[in-house]
């Protein structure tokens, strides 16, 4: 059985499907047609709810795609769907809307109007760091940009929706959500203590497991090998909304509290298998402000706020983001099965397109990412058809560490080069103790070339990824020697906002 | 009348109350459909194995060309376009439909179509224009418009350049994709909840389909989660297909696209190749000008004709030519029937000419803006009419573009922007204006036309009907604005219902931008009709002269007396007067030749100009859109809120075509891009981080629209091609301007940073030579 709150309405479920999705749930079982589906692929946001839950004793919001969200993912959780804003008069955020002329067509207006209640939902924290304290229109833009980035409209061209951001964040008196805040703490808090069962949700001979401990985990592995591990589900679910296949196995790795361990100890931030990029992003920015940029960029706040940083790399995509930034940092996997742990250096996990060193049985337990060693020059440079919301053509990630102009050390990473995230061995060998010279850094360039021959598809030709890999090697050289601007867009450093 | 007046739907948008076809409740035992698509994009099919598509859980009915009551082609102006092909048929495109099944769910019945077994021997495909011009094959013949003599021309030229431009196609992604609800009645009808702009058509083509008179056939659309004209003419395909199911079961059927099988199975704008000579002289004012256009219109002529047609009447844009012949060919290729998008083969008429421009300025090393300047239309020397005979009414553009010119400080600009470039090696800034002149009228003359309904009822309250359609773009909002002005009552004692065939009949789709100039005034007439006999009734009943009834703020003054509106309306009823009314508008004074190529298609222009300035990184191609300054004339505006809503979005759409929207397909005329995830539309952040739209002030119509306004739903679309424009301009930076960069729309990275370095080499292997040609 799955338990979770509907608004202010706790809702128990024990039969269904087990690839259910929030929107099939809203939509086709409770008749509640304010959702949208834009594209069921989690890239157009109309299908944005906002799900709420416990963290360090707050209330955390959070905008998700309905469309690739299971239902089996809502238990412990409020669900707030947009037919939930209004009371007798409309939510602040659809005021807003309103006010500003922020929809046209409307279909993707409810998505953009979850997606505005969960930055809403920020304001305290944004306008105590923010506007009062003399935050730019700049800044205000970009954090409704990063807000909204996963909500696409083809009518308005955003501008008032952007103005009605302002106007919601600016609301100084507090809605139903926020009034009820301790009383759905406690609700959710109850069904956490209540949860027993691991059987989250069964119908059809599907099966929605949610597995306590990590053990529990490994043991189902070897019972059941025909079973899928789902965290984030952001990737897994297109197989079925997009392929028509059926999920009928799936074991919940979110449900398992020691799997959402995020700790930075003496030598190692580690994050377990069921962090989200969300709940990663302080942590990791903490350590490596240059990732920052990225991060934002990284799907879209639904995206992020869903899918987790393991899943990322567990799926072993040669475009996912995470894979090349790990290699570059040196991280390493910790994979565990029913008998033994072992760690894997996270070059050795990708073996071919979409084929990892996992063995029958073993699952990523968590990511061991190493700290920050003295002296590091860190970028990491994601190159796509558009700027947000969009999967990387190429993704680089550089790092190394400088003894006056000698490079010491180098590791690079690379996304969408080869059939699996690669490191860059020969142009890390050329560079490595080398002087940084103009001629060294064309002599990397020409090696980058050779060392790679990516593929061309629809998201760009493989003479443009070679020729834009070896621009970035020069784009790092002109940012290590701080010569002029590189960027076109603004480059956001981590900062207190968030 | 002219207030910000809010959407009538936006508090239903924002508390997801508003209902889209697939929102609706549906009748019980609603059965789904869904279509099996072709996988080649040519051959003949040898065989179709449909029994495992049968046998599937849940199906209840499989739908083959066979089983088609009535017509079999679907084809809205030309044949063409069939509903089904079958065993035998010549699959001409890939994700063509080729049967469609109908079960208890959508998941059952999407499930079904994939099980399908077709075998088929494949014949040689067109998937280019080139390959298509190169095979003479075209869905309609070519049409050709000249004035005066080109070898004179070139002539009198002292210079001239050739060139060559391929233009992507666009996806409209409107975000709720194509559905129809169909609800079989009695006596053999067909009530169709569909989402499209043309009602009248679907009830045209379903009534073919079922083999019944159009009088069994109702069109029901509330509104549609965009369109884009996407939903012109191919939105009718999934109306017959669930028409014709829901007839064969007696139950409802509703027939819902998914994203993918949306984006591959329904066209798109169409592509264009141009080639051209343009004769100009040292000052860059050109003479001669002779320009092929050839559209690649895919499988069938759908709407290709009306399309390139648009494209050669922008082939001017804003430019008197003096010598110019333009040939538009209706490329045939084995793709997608490409269809209706927002400007209507204008926008790319438009980029053909101002990549001229562009490289004229380039040739003659003037700022193309002087250059733009020196070409436009005046009453010079008689430099105001068209290639095709249209006289210019040159009184708009050439203030709006000096007065653009001063707000954007263009000027002061250029040179920072130059001084920035000459520091900057890596980011190049680059900036462009560029107008727009776009003619509103349909160039099929029989379409403008228009009807509507209204209803007074005896509380007061009014509800209004007529042909146009609801599609985000507050077509009802300005028709209500404008019923309320008539009779001087609140915009929110006024309802507008889903346009409905059996409402207003024999309607044109709402398209060519002429929703509220068509629809308005039909509504105007049918307002002022009752407010006549309002007038005359109360004349009668109470004695006093005509000219003593005054109509305003929802009283009417009666003589002496004043009386609320709803009393008179009461009062009327009890005497007997009718209080529901039809109106009627047709567009006059147009007319086109179109064997002598010349005439007035346009009733007018409506005319715009932007200022984009934008950042190029020039070691990836990146760039950021940084500002944007837009004026635009919408005559006297009927909404400012809703008409800038109309420019800024269109401002951005247009910019997507023209930047990051790039539609791919294989070697084998397979679509690649088939969701949001490879198709990228603008996203928030790509909005400029400066956008200011200015309304052009005091500038009504000069003609008798309604209320003097100016049909913006498309026009502003095409000011975006200033911000490819100033791309190139910054791409020009690298060889000092003197150098036209090659950079065929869509200005994706990729081709940006290709465009870097075919400048660079360029100007690498002729670093000192001048721009001869």
Redesign the interface.
């Known amino acids: 059985m799955i338990r979770f709150l509907h608004g202010f309405e706790e809702v128990s479920i024990s039969e269904a499907r087990s690839d259910t999705t929030v929107l099939s749930y809203l939509r086709n079982q409770r008749n509640?047609?304010?959702?949208?589906?834009?594209?069921?692929?989690g890239?157009?946001g109309?299908c944005t709810v906002v799900t709420t839950r416990q963290v360090a004793g707050e209330l955390r919001y959070e905008p998700v795609n309905a469309c690739i969200a299971t239902l089996g993912s809502l238990h412990g959780k409020q669900l707030i769907?947009?037919?939930q804003?209004?009371e007798e008069r409309?939510h602040p955020v659809?005021?807003a809307?309103?006010d500003a002329?922020?929809?046209?067509?409307?279909?993707?207006?409810?998505g953009f109007?979850m997606s505005l209640f969960a930055l809403y939902q920020r304001r305290l924290s944004i306008n105590g760091v923010g506007q009062e304290s003399g935050e730019s229109k700049?800044t205000g833009?970009h954090l409704?940009?990063e807000a909204?980035?996963g909500?696409?409209?083809?009518?308005?061209?955003?501008?008032?929706?952007?103005d009605a951001a302002h106007q919601a964040l600016s609301y100084d008196g507090r809605d139903c959500f926020e009034m009820a805040e301790r009383e759905t703490m406690q609700k959710l808090a109850l069904i956490e203590a209540e949860d027993s069962s691991s059987l989250g949700l069964s119908c059809e001979d599907t099966r929605y497991l949610r597995p306590r401990n990590a053990q529990e985990v490994a043991l189902l592995l070897q019972e059941f090998p025909e079973a899928r591990l789902i965290a984030g589900g952001t990737d897994l679910l297109l197989e079925h909304t997009?392929l028509?296949r059926p999920l009928p196995f799936l074991i919940d790795l979110k449900a398992v509290p020691e799997l959402a361990h995020l700790e930075v100890d003496q030598t190692h931030l580690r994050i377990g298998a069921a962090v989200t990029h969300t709940d990663a992003q302080k942590p990791l920015t903490d350590e490596y402000p240059e990732l920052q940029e990225l991060i934002e960029r990284f799907g879209s706040t639904q995206i992020r706020s869903q899918g987790t940083v393991v899943g990322n790399i567990a799926n072993a995509s040669p475009i996912g983001d995470w894979p090349p930034v790990m290699i570059a940092l040196g991280a390493s996997l910790v994979l565990q099965s029913a008998h033994s742990t072992r760690e894997l250096p996270i070059g050795d996990y990708f073996l071919d397109y979409k084929k990892t060193a996992l063995a029958p049985g073993e699952f990523i337990r968590e990511l061991k990412i190493p700290r920050r060693i003295p002296g590091l020059f860190l970028r990491a440079y994601k190159?796509?058809?558009?700027?947000?919301?969009?999967?990387s053509?190429v993704c680089a990630v550089f790092a190394l560490t400088l003894d006056e102009q000698q490079i010491s050390q180098v590791t690079i990473g690379f996304g969408g080069m080869a059939a699996i995230p690669t490191r860059a061995f020969e142009v890390e060998k050329c560079l490595q103790g080398a002087q940084l010279s103009p001629e060294l850094i064309d002599d990397a360039a020409k090696l980058l070339k050779r060392e790679f021959t990516p593929i061309s598809?629809?998201?760009?030709?493989a003479r443009?990824r070679s020729?834009?890999a070896a621009?970035?090697l020069?784009?790092l050289a002109?940012e290590l020697a701080d010569e002029?601007?590189?960027?076109?867009?603004p480059v956001v450093l981590a900062c207190a906002h968030g | 009348m002219g207030t910000r007046t809010a959407h009538e739907s936006a508090e239903k948008h924002v508390t997801g109350a508003a209902t889209y076809i697939d929102d609706m409740l549906a009748p019980a035992n609603t059965l789904h459909a869904y279509v099996g698509l072709s996988t080649i994009a040519r051959g003949r099919i040898s065989a179709m194995d449909l029994a495992k598509v049968r046998e599937a859980p849940g199906v209840v009915d499989v739908l083959t060309r066979d089983d088609i009551p009535g017509h079999r082609d679907i084809g809205p102006v030309f044949p063409g376009d069939p509903l089904l092909i079958a065993v035998g048929d010549e699959v001409e495109f890939h994700g063509q439909v080729l049967f469609c099944v109908a079960a208890e769910s959508y998941e059952e019945a999407r499930r079904a179509a994939q099980l399908a077994q077709v075998s088929y021997e494949e014949l040689p495909a067109i998937l280019s224009i080139a390959e298509g011009l190169e095979a003479e094959s075209f869905v309609r013949p070519a049409h050709t418009q000249q004035r005066g003599d080109l070898k004179k021309g070139f002539l009198n030229a002292e210079r001239s350049l050739q060139g060559r431009l391929e233009i992507g196609g666009q996806e409209q992604m409107y975000l709720e994709g194509q559905v129809s609800l169909c609800v079989p009645e009695e006596d053999g009808g067909m009530l169709v909840y569909s989402s499209t702009q043309n009602p009248t058509e679907g009830q045209k083509l379903v009534a073919e389909v079922l083999n019944v008179p159009m009088h069994k056939v109702t069109i029901d659309a509330r509104r549609m989660g965009g369109a884009f004209g996407g939903k012109e003419t191919h939105a009718n395909q999934w109306a017959c297909l669930a028409a014709i199911q829901a007839s064969r079961t007696g139950r409802a059927v509703k027939l819902r696209l998914a994203r993918a099988e949306d984006m591959r199975a329904t066209g798109k704008r169409h592509h264009f190749l141009s080639e051209y000579k343009v004769g100009f002289d040292d000052t860059g004012r050109i003479h001669a000008l002779d320009l092929m256009l050839a559209g690649g219109c895919g499988m069938s002529p759908d709407l290709s004709d009306a399309i390139v047609d648009r494209a050669m009447f922008h082939s001017d844009n804003a430019y008197f030519i003096e010598t110019m012949k333009v040939v538009g060919h209706r490329v045939k290729t084995n793709t997608v029937s490409n269809t209706a998008f927002r400007g209507f083969g204008g926008p790319q008429g438009m980029v053909a000419i101002e990549d001229i421009l562009d490289a004229v300025a380039r040739a003659s090393g003037e700022d193309p803006l002087t250059v733009r300047k020196r070409n436009l239309y005046s009453e010079e020397g008689e430099r105001n009419v068209t290639h095709y005979g249209q006289t210019v009414d040159t009184r708009v553009l050439p203030v709006l573009i000096d007065r653009l010119e001063h707000s954007s400080d263009y000027w002061q600009r250029r040179e920072q922007v130059r001084a920035f470039n000459t520091q900057s090696t890596i980011l190049k800034r680059g900036l462009a204006l560029t107008p727009v002149k776009f003619g509103i009228s349909f160039t099929v003359k029989h379409l403008n036309q228009a009807g509507a309904l209204i209803h007074v009822y005896t509380d007061g309250s009014i509800q209004i009907n007529h042909g146009g359609t609801e599609m985000g773009q507050g077509l009802y909002t300005k028709v209500a604005q404008i019923v309320a002005h008539e009779l001087q009552v609140d915009v929110d004692t006024i309802r507008c219902t889903a346009t409905r065939t059996d409402k207003v009949p024999n309607t044109s789709p709402t398209a060519a931008s002429s929703g509220s100039d068509l629809n308005g005034m039909a509504a105007l007439a049918a307002a002022r009709t009752i407010r006549e006999r309002l007038e005359a009734f109360a004349s009668e009943h109470f004695d006093v002269a005509r000219t003593a009834i005054v109509f305003t703020r929802n009283h009417v003054l009666i003589g002496d007396q004043e009386m609320p509106f709803p009393e008179l309306v009461e009062l009327a009823y009890m005497n007997r007067v009718q209080l529901s009314a039809t109106g009627y508008y047709r567009t006059p004074k147009i007319h086109y030749d179109r064997q002598a190529a010349s005439g007035r298609p346009f009733y007018y222009y409506a005319n715009g100009a932007a200022v984009s300035e934008v950042v190029v990184d020039t070691l990836t191609g990146e760039y950021r859109v940084e500002r944007v300054d837009i004026c635009h004339d919408v005559g006297r505006s009927l909404n400012p809120a809703i008409d800038i809503g109309q420019i800024e979005g269109g401002f951005v759409q247009g910019m997507g075509w023209l930047t990051s929207e790039e539609l791919a397909w294989d070697d084998r005329g397979r679509l690649l891009t088939t969701g949001p995830a490879t198709y990228k539309i603008p996203a928030i952040g790509d909005t400029p981080a400066i956008f200011n739209v200015e309304l052009l002030p005091d500038s009504p119509n000069a003609e008798e629209t309604v209320f003097r306004s100016k049909a913006v739903g498309e026009p502003p679309l095409m000011l975006a091609i200033s911000v490819w424009s100033a791309l190139r301009d910054a791409v020009a930076s690298l060889a000092d301007y003197k150098l036209h960069p090659p950079l065929d729309p869509p200005a994706t990275p990729e081709r940006v940073l290709l465009a870097c370095e075919a400048v660079r080499s360029e100007a690498q292997a002729i670093p000192s030579e001048s721009d001869e040609h």
């Open positions: 509640l047609k304010g959702t949208k589906e834009g594209c069921a692929s890239d157009c109309a769907s947009v037919e804003l209004s409309p659809q005021q809307m309103i002329h922020g929809s046209q067509c409307g279909f993707c207006t409810p109007v700049d833009d409704v940009h909204l980035g909500n696409l409209c083809r009518c308005t061209g955003y501008r008032p929706i952007v997009q028509l190159i796509s058809k558009r700027y947000e919301d969009d999967i053509s598809d629809a998201r760009a030709s443009y020729t834009v621009n970035l020069r784009r002109v002029q601007p590189t960027r076109t867009h």
